[in-house]
């Protein structure tokens, strides 16, 4: 299902205004680890596993519409995978080989 069509169904999970914990996570590298502070609107997508067949479906769409997503607002777009950050990174890769500005993350350390 494209983003779009799904986002008027979705109902937030966490209640408008609320604050999210920063949180240490990983993206491109098992050895650095960076904070993240959400602010804004920002959308984020939990993945059982990278490389699934399901999940390999569902994420282009967010990674094709992400000026969409800019255009109303959101500040990041990210997508946290259980898997380790060599996984994700390659996943990424994968999903998008000439690059995207969506996060992919793993290893929520805080």
């Not at 069509?5 to 990983?26: E, R």
């Not at 959308?43 to 994420?59: E, K, R, S």
Request: with cysteine; proline share 6%; hydrophobic share 40%.
């Amino acid at each position: 299902m494209a983003p779009e069509a799904s986002l008027a169904k979705v109902k937030p999970q966490i209640a408008a205004g609320a604050t999210i914990p920063a949180v240490s996570v990983k993206e491109d590298a098992a050895d650095k680890s960076s904070t993240l502070t959400l602010k804004g609107k920002n959308v984020i997508i939990g993945v059982p596993g990278a490389f699934t067949t399901p999940c390999n479906a569902h994420i282009p769409g967010y990674i094709d519409s992400y000026e969409q997503f800019k255009a109303k607002g959101v500040s990041e777009i990210f997508v946290v995978a259980v898997n380790d950050t060599f996984v994700t990174k390659a996943w990424k890769e994968k999903l998008a080989p000439n690059g995207t500005r969506t996060i992919f993350t793993s290893e929520v350390l805080s």
